[in-house]
């Protein structure tokens, strides 16, 4: 299996793909991308599975990439990340047949 991990939060896609043992889930490769202009080239190219992508990012947001998505490919599982946890948000989410939407941890400054 492939997937993509897709924010334009650069610190958020290096930090995913590289700390999480995603081998162990049978995942051989994860792709980065920094944009949802970026994962779309990427999936056009790569026989990609699942696609974990950030909410608000410019351009493009995650809700609007899933939608792309789902023109070209209905069996690629999307998962949302954000940092929000507005009902709106989750509720899209469903209507384009996310698999899960999931919150950022908070970043709390000491």
């Not at 081998?23 to 990609?48: F, M, R």
């Not at 974990?52 to 599982?77: A, N, W």
């Amino acid at each position: 299996m492939q997937m993509i991990i897709v924010d334009d939060e650069a610190h958020w896609v290096d930090n995913l793909s590289m700390t999480k043992p995603w081998h162990t889930l049978g995942i051989e490769h994860v792709h980065k991308a920094y944009s949802a202009h970026e994962a779309l080239q990427i999936i056009d190219t790569h026989p990609i599975d699942i696609v974990i992508s950030d909410i608000q990012m410019p351009e493009m947001t995650g809700i609007e990439l899933i939608e792309r998505i789902r023109v070209r490919d209905k069996k690629i599982k999307c998962i949302l990340l954000s940092g929000y946890s507005e009902f709106d948000y989750a509720k899209k989410a469903i209507q384009y047949e996310a698999v899960d939407y999931l919150l950022k941890p908070r970043l709390t400054m000491n």
